[in-house]
């Protein structure tokens, strides 16, 4: 039983999961935190705006203007009203870079001109329709007591927010004005001062309040605050609903992960139902490769290839064993019969030997076959050769020497041509392959002919090569000539004793040693053998 971490399918889900999560949870926090920090940024912005109006009342703006502004701020900045855009254009309207000398008139008395308080020259200013008097002339008395506080300031600032509230600190410390002090005042420490000395304001969280602190004429401090636990309850709202749309993100995404997974081990599925539906008996299914992706049609392709080579195989295999059979069968018969022939009565000792006879050439075929059949089978289960350093000259020429006797009865010549070479290998195997051609060769050669034996040697390999001049072989034969049981002509194969299994040991043992093994041959005109065999690097 495979669990289920050993799933392809679950594996990818998971780690789909695992990166959608990752996005999600990276996009969310970021979102978050940007939505966050714009929200209190204008929270800031909405209480700067404030403190920036308790500013000009503290410079002397005329009182109606701070009002007007005040009507306008509702915690939200201090904003002068946008012209009536229904009013004609008038060449004021200018920027001032645009406007020619004609148009540079001072404002008419009592307009205003709002300035950041960086640019406010608190010594020599006068304000239009204001006091005459130079306000740095003022002492501290009369310009304390010349504040002037729009009426509905705090109202305003506080108007559907909560609690706010304003400090007014003289530079020593002591308070000057304040409004809707809360049970537990502001109180300006080392941090907000040095803040203020690098900065236009100071942020400060205290509790459930939120404090904005700018520097005033005088050396004053000024401070605006306001709870926050409204925005502190919507900054909540906002989080519920980003974890909220982040896991329906997450669960969409996981449903369609989980969808895309199952497409795309479909394929392999199928394949897996097609392998498992064939068997010794049923090798003719290939997996049907329309409408795979580029990459599993390739797996499909190898394991159609795969297939083909097993029911090869295994047709090799029936045929191997069907050819066997027969050939043991024509033995088995023959002992059988002339058995049966000598003891059906009583007969001369000299019929008797020839049935004898008989049955010993039988036997012997028999033998020469099993032996064969055994050699084949260790072949095809070998997968490690015990190999020794073999020098291949002196091998052919051994070999060369112990068939000499078949040669010489068929009045044939075998000359040779040996350089020196060797390899690691093994000796017995290859002396039975370099026996195989070399009776082969003189099986199908004709009296009084000539066989070569060349040996070869290059850097990177070595070529055995078995020349000989008899009947050939025909090309529609060439293919199949190392096909075990195979008989170019099954007649003369058969009185000349083969097996049909010489060819095809051969050319196992050179396969074993990583070689190759070939054939050049004419119809009457002879054929070469021809051995490759790599060189140790």
């Not at 701070?66 to 946008?82: H, K």
């Not at 308080?117 to 130079?134: E, H, I, L």
């Not at 009565?345 to 008989?358: I, N, S």
């Not at 009185?495 to 990583?514: F, P």
Request: net charge neutral; with cysteine.
């Amino acid at each position: 039983m495979f669990s289920v971490f050993q799933s392809l399918r679950w594996r990818m889900q998971s780690w789909h999961a695992l990166i959608l999560l990752t996005v999600v949870v990276v996009f969310g926090s970021l979102l978050h935190w940007e939505m966050v920090r714009a929200h209190w940024d204008r929270i800031d912005e909405e209480l700067l705006g404030a403190a920036r109006i308790l500013e000009g009342s503290m410079l002397a703006v005329p009182p109606a203007i701070l009002e007007a502004l005040a009507q306008d701020v509702t915690v939200s900045g201090a904003r002068i009203p946008r012209p009536n855009s229904n009013r004609p254009w008038r060449p004021e309207d200018r920027r001032p870079e645009d406007r020619r000398p004609e148009d540079r008139r001072p404002p008419p008395i009592g307009s205003a001109q709002i300035l950041p308080s960086r640019m406010f020259p608190y010594r020599n200013w006068k304000f239009p329709g204001a006091d005459t008097q130079n306000l740095g002339d003022r002492t501290e008395e009369e310009w304390e007591a010349s504040i002037q506080l729009p009426a509905q300031l705090p109202e305003q600032l506080g108007r559907n927010q909560g609690a706010v509230y304003f400090f007014l600190w003289r530079s020593d410390g002591s308070v000057l004005r304040e409004s809707n002090s809360p049970a537990q005042p502001p109180t300006p420490n080392k941090e907000i001062l040095a803040s203020l000395d690098r900065d236009r304001m100071a942020r400060q969280v205290r509790g459930p309040f939120r404090e904005v602190f700018i520097r005033g004429p005088r050396e004053t401090l000024i401070c605006v605050g306001r709870s926050a636990i409204r925005e502190r309850e919507k900054i909540a709202g906002m989080t519920w609903t980003i974890v909220a749309s982040g896991l329906s993100v997450l669960g969409v995404g996981l449903m369609g992960g989980w969808w895309l997974s199952k497409r795309a081990i479909e394929p392999i599925q199928r394949m897996s139902r097609t392998a498992q539906g064939i068997n010794a008996n049923q090798l003719t299914d290939r997996v049907k490769l329309s409408g795979f992706d580029t990459e599993l049609a390739g797996l499909g392709a190898t394991l159609n290839t795969m297939l083909d080579r097993i029911s090869q195989a295994f047709e090799q295999q029936r045929q191997f064993t069907a050819d066997a059979s027969h050939e043991l069968r024509t033995p088995v018969s023959i002992i059988l019969t002339s058995s049966e022939l000598a003891l059906s009565k009583t007969r001369e000792p000299a019929e008797y030997r020839e049935q004898l006879v008989k049955c010993k050439r039988a036997a012997e075929r028999m033998r020469q076959l099993t032996d064969s059949l055994l050699t084949l089978a260790r072949l095809d289960s070998t997968t490690n050769l015990d190999l020794t350093h073999v020098d291949l000259d002196a091998l052919l020429h051994d070999a060369v020497s112990s068939i000499h006797s078949i040669a010489d009865a068929k009045s044939i010549q075998i000359q040779t041509q040996l350089e020196h070479a060797s390899l690691q290998g093994n000796e017995t195997l290859l002396r039975q392959a370099f026996h195989n051609l070399l009776s082969n060769a003189i099986k199908y050669s004709h009296p009084e002919s000539h066989i070569f034996v060349r040996l070869l040697k290059s850097k990177e390999y070595v070529s055995i090569e078995v020349e000989d001049h008899g009947i050939g072989i025909p090309e529609s034969a060439i293919p199949k000539l190392f096909d075990r049981f195979y008989r170019v002509d099954e007649s003369r194969a058969r009185a000349e004793g083969g097996t049909g299994l010489g060819l095809s040991i051969a050319e196992r043992i050179v396969h074993c040693h990583q070689g190759q093994i070939s054939v050049d041959s004419v119809l009457g005109g002879g054929s070469v053998f021809r051995i490759v065999l790599p060189l140790p690097s």
